[in-house]
């Protein structure tokens, strides 16, 4: 099955305290990128990347970090989470090249920093 | 600068009602897609419709259906006889063939909830 998974799909931590969300996909797809919903905003991208090794940050990209050595995998990292990125986190994925291909949703993840 | 407008933020009906969803997007861009997606309470992101510039032919699905009208770059969804089940944040979003995020790159809208009572 065609998919976009996401873990963990809940997680609740501490600010400064590292962490990591995974998102994996399926479909051979180029690119990859990384949404943040906010209630009254919205999903933002925050961070995308067309290729392996190939990253650009999109348009909240202040405080997240990310890789992309595989194709397959896109993580996420908070390398010192702070309660201002608590929100909900969406990763997704399509192939590259044109406007109209379908982006593929992850799960989300819901992150808590207290 | 691209941006998409759902200035409705809130919507409450009753279960049959008719209800129309507003979009209003701005771009400067001749290629470019909208989408609709929908997010009912489990949270995920379901894909309902993507809709290229060049293409204003509405659309129906069922009891979905979309109006696009570049000349007052609305791209409106309405659903028909609702029902409970369409209760949901609805989001419309906006691709640019020419974005320097990456023509994959959408931008969305605030979205829109929706709550259809029995």
């Known amino acids: 099955e065609a998919q976009v998974t996401q873990n963990p799909r809940y997680l609740i931590t501490v600010t400064g305290k590292k962490l990591t969300v995974t998102c994996s996909q399926n479909m051979n797809h180029e690119y990859m990128s990384w949404y943040r919903q906010d209630p009254g905003l919205g999903l933002r991208q925050i961070y995308y990347?067309?290729?392996?090794?190939?990253?650009d940050k999109g348009d909240v990209p202040e405080g997240y970090k990310v890789s992309r050595k595989e194709k397959r995998n896109f993580p996420l990292i908070l390398e010192s989470p702070s309660p201002n990125q608590t929100s909900l986190y969406f990763c997704?994925?399509?192939?590259?090249?044109?406007?109209?291909?379908?982006?593929?949703f992850g799960p989300g993840t819901r992150l808590t920093v207290l | 600068a691209q941006k998409v407008t759902q200035a409705q933020t809130e919507i409450s009906v009753v279960e049959k009602e008719d209800v129309t969803l507003d979009c209003v997007y701005e771009?400067?861009?001749?290629?470019?897609?909208l989408f609709w997606y929908k997010q009912p309470p489990s949270g995920e992101l379901v894909f309902l419709i993507r809709?290229?510039?060049?293409?204003?032919q509405n659309e129906i699905s069922g009891r979905y259906s979309w109006n696009f009208q570049k000349s007052t770059s609305s791209f409106n969804f309405t659903i028909t006889a609702s029902q409970v089940v369409d209760s949901a944040v609805y989001f419309c979003a906006l691709s640019e063939a020419g974005s320097p995020g990456g023509s994959e790159k959408l931008v969305f809208g605030k979205g829109t909830k929706l709550t259809v009572n029995p």
């Open positions: 809709r290229n510039s060049f293409d204003e």
């Open positions: 990347s067309m290729n392996v090794e190939v990253t």
């Open positions: 771009t400067r861009d001749t290629t470019y897609y």
């Open positions: 997704a994925s399509s192939f590259a090249g044109q406007a109209y291909n379908e982006q593929f």
